[in-house]
């Protein structure tokens, strides 16, 4: 190995060491601020989603009665799922706007912003785990080795969510209506998701169109693995891995262009 050669990859490991550390003590930062002189604290990542959940079981058990089996864990999984998305993406869209102080400092890397929100939101997601797990239980619910599989679903949303905030935080910063048309959007797509009802509820007729929402696909095989303990559908989900694949690179690309302009934007 060239002696040029070694210097390339120690800078890039140094950088990649620099961005890891980075990445964990910003996280850590959102973290602490988000629950500060709060006296619930995290447990408000549960509070909303359970308080939503007993709405669907009051409407759809109680007042129309939806024969779906295991309907608290179904909803609560669709809930679980939903929330990590949704908040991450009105996060990230005016992350870079609440995020001066950092923006304006010299050499700081502005393209890990959007993954700070998300990952972020990765944490709250996987510390209600435990919460849905019970619900499982109690609901009779066995769960299976295909559980294993839940870190790839999970990976899989990441990414796409990540690719959708690079988007939405570049846009925002110059049009700052985006988060204002961003929260009217995502209530529709909330009601384009089967959250507290099945997709085969769908008429045949709109269903192609249905499924281009890409959390359609990924809210079914969380639930197929958790639920159902089947196999998720690999070829819808090989879509929104291929959706991902397209988006990803566009989004950051986007944004990093976007960059150049940022400090003046705000």
Same mark, same amino acid.
Not at 22 to 28: A, E, G, Q, T
Not at 187 to 198: G, H, R
Not at 252 to 261: M, N, P
């Given at each position: 190995m060239s002696p040029q050669s070694s210097q390339n990859n120690l800078s890039r490991r140094w950088r990649f060491r620099y961005l890891w550390?980075?990445?964990?003590?910003?996280?850590?930062?959102?973290?602490?601020?988000?629950?500060?002189r709060s006296t619930l604290?995290?447990?408000?990542?549960l509070i909303s989603p359970l308080l939503q959940l007993l709405v669907f079981i009051f409407v759809f058990q109680v007042i129309i009665k939806i024969d779906i089996p295991q309907y608290a864990s179904y909803v609560f999984t669709g809930l679980l799922v939903w929330n990590w998305f949704q908040t991450c993406l009105f996060q990230a869209t005016g992350v870079i706007i609440n995020s001066r102080p950092l923006i304006r400092q010299p050499g700081f890397p502005n393209t890990i912003l959007p993954v700070i929100v998300v990952t972020t939101g990765l944490i709250h997601f996987v510390l209600a785990l435990p919460i849905l797990f019970v619900f499982l239980l109690i609901d009779g619910v066995q769960l299976t080795p295909l559980i294993l599989l839940l870190p790839l679903l999970q990976l899989l949303q990441f990414c796409l969510t990540v690719a959708f905030s690079y988007l939405l935080a570049?846009?925002?910063?110059?049009?700052? &209506?985006?988060?204002?048309? %961003?929260?009217? $959007?995502?209530?529709?797509?909330?009601?384009?998701?089967?959250?507290?009802?099945?997709?085969?509820?769908?008429? &045949?007729?709109?269903?192609? %169109?249905?499924? $281009?929402?890409p959390m359609v696909p990924l809210v079914q095989s969380y639930r197929q693995i958790l639920i159902q303990g089947e196999q998720p559908d690999w070829s819808a989900l090989m879509i929104v891995a291929g959706m991902t694949l397209i988006l990803l690179p566009i989004g950051?690309?986007?944004?990093?262009?976007?960059?150049?302009?940022f400090i003046e934007e705000i």
């Open positions: 550390d980075l990445l964990r003590s910003l996280v850590d930062r959102d973290m602490k601020l988000m629950y500060k604290g995290i447990a408000w990542t570049s846009l925002n910063v110059t049009f700052r &209506d985006t988060q204002h048309t %961003l929260g009217v $959007l995502l209530q529709l797509l909330f009601y384009l998701t089967p959250i507290f009802y099945e997709s085969g509820s769908i008429p &045949d007729r709109y269903r192609r %169109l249905y499924e $281009l929402n950051y690309k986007v944004f990093k262009r976007q960059s150049l302009s």
